[in-house]
């Protein structure tokens, strides 16, 4: 029997996003958002994540700390001790030694906040199973960066950038765009050697500043201009198939290669939060009325919306082959908050299908991803293994949740809903009854996707499906929604374009002809679904659901959507489930785990 001591290495994230991932030797105990502690849509400040690491142990061995400024400047101050307040709260729980302060930085914390796209790029490498790689992070504002111009100290931030990547723990800066909210000292520096991103002193790079917005920063104006918060990219992707090509729009980014991101003309940054249209320079974008009935403003919106779709995916297969030029290597790994485009990462199959390039997409490209990147990186460090992991095909590494039948009844009865026995067979008689019913089940997904542990079901045959969830979770008549299918079906309902499979619903798929009219409530207007296929091995009871569904009606997939109403995160607990059916008009929650179906009528 060993005597060795787990290491435990918490990573956090501190800015919207936010949230912690605990490792036990190298390991993934949990990894989850704040929000989904906390109900608060994007919330940043992981406190009551780093609250929850005591469920699991009550020392760290090293607590990393992932943002895009220094931790001891920006994270604000305990009062009396003066401890950053990470390190103080990490203290106060016990989870790390209570050494007297000295105004020096705890020897157990380290601060990886200068390195913000590096931790996103060893998220996506060490969850890719390749054995090397080259990594493409296309972000909104990295790390915050001050350089010396003209003798001034100007910050900047990182928009997009290039790694080569090796193990255990070696990752070369070859290529960085930098943004600024106005002019610079000029635009192309090749070789500029640099100490600032954590790399050798030797190191040098191609460097690129520019006071054009970056690929995130515009897709974030449109996304403004759309109506939306710019945080809320996802409703943008969503709208852009109801529009099509304008002549009258402006183009976004230039043809410039040397000088890239967007033509200020038509998108003006505001670093580090953000960008904005520029109504005043082209008549074609003015907003007209106040309020969304405006026809005119209704098509320009949908217009701008389909061409930063269009324009921006094709900057970023420019910056794929840059990248594989760059390094040699024909496996790139994707992440950064462009990773999380789903239509773009389709697309990327077809512009690139006789290049022999091999793509990986992290599912957890959001910051919540540079927790996971910031311990994985510490744990390879310390133990210099060069082991490389299967590709990440499931994201079922939320914390871990047991109820016994007390547990059960009582919470039905505070939520004044009644509880019953079922089994699949019930849980499929609800949904050919076109009822919506809820699965709550195990640990629940990392990330933004709902992939059958916490999700909302729904018959996909529905031809006013769409318009009628949308109209329940509160949520945008443009809305679409994505669909759950047997692996072994897969090939048969949709191109993925030379994949096997698609586990972590990372892509926008086309339909194979014939099916849209089987299945309308899940695809959308152009023609795609975002689906997610499941096995056996992946999701036990979620196969097995969905199969029994297939006996019933011949369809392998089940209509699947995030288990929250508009604006709410994801579910994560069992009354957090009880909550939305009581402020919705949900009725059903199926645990198949404990073969359980809570109802709840609403008036």
Not at 206 to 228: D, P, Q, W
Request: negative net charge; charged residues 25%; glycine residues 8%.
């Amino acid at each position: 029997m060993s005597s060795k001591k787990p290491v435990w290495i918490a990573g956090i994230a501190r800015g919207h996003n936010g949230g912690v991932c605990l490792m036990k030797d190298g390991e993934i105990i949990f990894s989850i958002e704040e929000e989904r502690l906390t109900r608060q849509k994007y919330d940043g400040g992981p406190y009551a994540s780093m609250i929850k690491i005591l469920e699991y142990t009550d020392k760290l061995d090293f607590l990393v700390v992932a943002h895009t400024q220094n931790l001891e400047q920006t994270a604000g101050k305990v009062d009396f001790s003066g401890d950053d307040v990470y390190t103080g709260l990490a203290r106060k729980l016990g989870l790390i030694k209570r050494t007297p302060y000295d105004g020096n930085s705890h020897p157990q914390v380290i601060d990886m906040s200068n390195i913000h796209h590096k931790l996103h790029a060893a998220c996506a490498f060490y969850r890719s199973g390749f054995d090397d790689a080259v990594a493409l992070i296309v972000d909104g504002a990295g790390t915050f960066i001050t350089l010396d111009i003209g003798g001034q100290p100007t910050t900047v931030w990182e928009t997009e950038s290039i790694y080569d990547c090796n193990y255990p723990d070696n990752f070369k800066t070859l290529y960085k765009h930098i943004g600024a909210n106005g002019p610079l000292m000029g635009a192309w520096m090749p070789e500029f050697s640099s100490e600032m991103y954590d790399e050798p002193k030797d190191a040098t790079h191609e460097l690129v500043i520019s006071e054009n917005a970056g690929i995130v920063k515009s897709y974030e104006a449109v996304t403004e201009y759309c109506g939306f918060s710019f945080i809320e990219a996802g409703k943008t992707m969503g709208l852009f198939p109801y529009g099509k090509p304008n002549s009258k729009a402006p183009k976004i980014f230039r043809d410039d290669t040397l000088v890239p991101g967007a033509d200020r003309a038509v998108i003006v940054p505001t670093y580090p939060n953000g960008a904005h249209v520029n109504y005043n320079m082209h008549e074609y974008l003015t907003i007209h009325g106040n309020d969304d009935s405006d026809v005119t403003t209704i098509q320009n919106r949908r217009d701008m919306a389909y061409a930063i779709q269009t324009e921006s995916q094709d900057q970023v297969v420019r910056l794929i082959r840059k990248a594989v030029e760059m390094s040699g290597k024909n496996k790139v790994v994707i992440s950064g908050g462009y990773g999380l485009n789903c239509v773009a990462n389709y697309y990327y199959l077809k512009a690139l299908k006789d290049e022999g390039i091999e793509i990986y997409v992290e599912p957890v490209s959001n910051d919540a991803g540079t927790a996971m990147g910031g311990a994985m990186l510490m744990h390879r460090r310390l133990t210099k293994s060069n082991k490389v992991e299967p590709q990440q095909e499931t994201l079922y590494e939320g914390p871990a949740y047991c109820y016994n039948e007390k547990d059960l009844w009582m919470t039905a009865e505070k939520y004044g809903a009644t509880i019953e026995d079922a089994d699949n067979a019930k849980a499929v008689e609800l949904l050919v009854d076109r009822k919506i019913v809820t699965l709550f089940q195990g640990r629940s997904e990392n990330g933004p996707r709902a992939l059958g542990n916490r999700t909302i079901m729904y018959d996909p045959s529905d031809p006013n499906g769409k318009d009628y969830i949308n109209k329940v979770k509160r949520r945008e008549y443009f809305r679409p929604f994505a669909g759950s299918i047997l692996e072994e079906d897969v090939h048969e309902w949709f191109d993925l374009r030379g994949m096997e499979s698609s586990p972590t619903m990372m892509y926008a798929v086309n339909c194979q002809p014939g099916i849209e009219e089987k299945i309308p409530a899940i695809i959308h207007v152009d023609g795609t679904c975002r689906i997610q296929t499941v096995n056996r091995d992946q999701n036990k009871h979620y196969y097995d659901l969905i199969k029994a569904f297939k006996e019933k009606t011949g369809c392998p997939i089940i209509f699947n959507t995030s288990f929250n109403l508009g604006g709410e995160p994801l579910v994560e607990t069992l009354q957090d489930a009880l909550w939305t059916l009581q402020e919705s008009r949900i009725e059903y929650l199926y645990l198949p785990e404990y073969q359980t179906l809570f109802t709840l009528k609403n008036e």
